[in-house]
């Protein structure tokens, strides 16, 4: 199986800071990332695919890069509806796994 | 627009079976493309339970293969979780999924449904 590390796992910042998560996979897995933001007590949200494409409607402030095992999204300047936990997961194989998660909160 | 939305019990009982239904809106789910099911334990984090393609290839994760069962419904356009013999642990929000036509990412999730594993 594929796992995935996110790091770091809590992150207090303040609105404007610029905020990046890392994902380490333990193997190669090409750019098959996707990113998904998550709000208590509702679903995940698409934020990024393919590790750098942005999905239709998601702010630009948000992107994603990297390839192979390393993979980060950032946050160019973290707004009030930013606070939430952020996912990476990996689908270039199955099982299909996720990260720890990322959680981003006021400082 | 896709829309999921799950639908069961929200208490079951050690050692039974929970089963749970996702009724998908504004697409055929006989045309195909990947189905899921993914679930989180309180305060935790998200679990890939599992998928189904193009209504036959299933793809679970090892942890619960033994238990768990997806299938499609195509005359009432759902598809269905089934995971037997649940204990406490299997307690969680559980969320159903569609992919993108690629299976490269998650495009529409149901709201979620919660779970309870109690006597």
């Known amino acids: 199986d594929i796992q995935l590390t996110q790091s770091p796992s809590f992150l207090s910042a303040s609105v404007g800071d610029r905020v990046t998560i890392t994902c380490r996979a333990s193997?190669?897995?090409?750019?098959?990332v996707a990113w998904y933001q998550q709000k208590p007590g509702k679903a995940p949200k698409l934020l990024i695919y393919?590790?750098?494409t942005l999905q239709s409607g998601v702010p630009s402030r948000f992107s994603g890069s990297g390839s192979g095992t390393e993979f980060t999204l950032t946050i160019g300047s973290l707004q009030p509806e930013d606070f939430a936990t952020y996912y990476c997961?990996?689908?270039?194989?199955?099982?299909?796994?996720f990260g720890g998660g990322t959680k981003v909160e006021i400082k | 627009q896709v829309q999921l939305q799950e639908s069961g019990p929200g208490l079951v009982k050690p050692s039974e079976t929970l089963s749970l239904t996702c009724t998908v809106s504004?697409?055929?789910?006989?045309?195909?493309?990947?189905w899921g099911w993914i679930r989180q334990p309180p305060g935790k984090g998200l679990e890939w339970i599992g998928n189904?393609?193009?209504?036959?290839?299933?793809y679970y994760n090892p942890s619960l293969k033994s238990r768990v069962t997806i299938s499609v419904d195509t005359s009432k356009n759902q598809f269905s979780l089934r995971l037997s013999s649940v204990t406490a642990a299997d307690t969680a929000a559980y969320y159903c999924?569609?992919?993108?036509?690629?299976?490269?990412?998650?495009?529409?999730w149901g709201q979620g449904t919660l779970v309870t594993v109690s006597s």
């Open positions: 193997q190669g897995i090409s750019s098959y």
């Open positions: 999924a569609s992919y993108d036509p690629t299976g490269y990412y998650v495009d529409y």
């Open positions: 997961q990996q689908l270039k194989s199955y099982p299909l796994t």
């Open positions: 189904i393609y193009q209504s036959v290839s299933t």
């Open positions: 504004g697409y055929s789910i006989s045309s195909g493309y990947y």
């Open positions: 393919a590790a750098s």
